[in-house]
């Protein structure tokens, strides 16, 4: 079993910055990716950024040049520096951990960016 626990969310004025933080741990478990993903009230979960074992990241379109995805092996941990935010990025932001087939999710950090 693999447990996520996220922090830094918070509230935030448009152009400012936040930085994510996701832990995992748990036992017997084989790090594949790591990822966060977001939902905004009324719309489906979407991918922001993730970043795979060997260091492979992947953006969405919308956060490209603003949002940087980065990771700590050594204390299975991975981060999202979101600078320059904007209103649309109020979301939850959920961290989620690819081993093998399985997904894991942490509880959700509310991001929320005031105009």
């Known amino acids: ?10 509230l935030v004025q448009a152009g400012g910055s936040l930085r994510l933080s996701c832990a ?3 036992s017997s478990f ?6 966060w993903y977001r939902q905004a009230p009324g719309k489906q979960r979407e991918l ?4 795979t074992n060997v260091g492979s990241t992947n953006y969405a379109d919308s956060v490209k ?19 320059s935010l904007k209103p649309e990025d109020t979301a939850v ?12 999710w942490g509880q959700g950090t509310q991001v929320t960016v005031s105009s």
């Open 1 to 10: 079993q693999v447990q996520l626990v996220e922090s830094g969310g918070g």
């Open 30 to 35: 084989t790090l594949n990716a790591m990822g």
């Open 65 to 83: 040049g603003r949002f940087t995805i980065s990771r700590d092996t050594a204390k299975n941990a991975v981060y999202l520096q979101m600078n």
């Open 48 to 51: 922001v950024a993730s970043i």
């Open 93 to 104: 932001y959920y961290c989620s951990l690819r081993s093998g087939v399985f997904w894991y």
């Open 24 to 26: 995992a741990s748990g």
